[in-house]
């Protein structure tokens, strides 16, 4: 089964910019679906962004975004490297959260959003966003 691990959380200003990374070890990532989910302390999960396994599904989009990210997030793998990055750019304080990504070797659609419900989990990477 496959570990994952994040990396790439820190403090940053309002505006700037974060990568983070998702390393897997233990199998090869590019077999699964990976999701980036976030957590803010009294909130609800939210899925922000989400990648199909493989070439994904014909005829759906492989890669997904949330309404709240969509064009200053950009989620990207390294197969070389066994990895997931989100690139995130101008972050907002509301951003702030704990990052962390999510794994299963199913296929989805991601036609009604990221899926909530993966096999397997990291254990995130915190992300503050302030002045």
């Known amino acids: 089964q496959v570990q994952l691990v994040e990396s790439g959380g820190g403090l940053v200003q309002p505006g700037g910019s974060l990568r983070l990374s998702c390393a897997a070890s233990?199998?090869?990532?590019?077999?699964?679906?990976l999701v980036w989910f976030r957590q803010a302390a009294g909130k609800e999960r939210e899925g922000v962004s989400c990648?199909?396994?493989?070439?994904?599904?014909?005829?759906?989009?492989?890669?997904g975004y949330a309404d709240s990210v969509k064009g200053r997030f950009t989620i990207a793998r390294d197969n070389v490297n066994n990895t997931v990055f989100l690139q995130m750019s101008d972050l907002k304080p509301e951003d702030t959260a704990n990052y962390f990504c999510a794994a299963d070797p199913r296929q989805f659609t991601f036609q009604n959003g990221c899926p909530r419900h993966l096999k397997f989990r990291g254990q995130g990477t915190q992300v503050t966003v302030s002045s």
């Open positions: 233990g199998d090869t990532l590019k077999d699964y679906s």
């Open positions: 990648i199909a396994s493989g070439d994904g599904i014909a005829g759906y989009a492989p890669i």
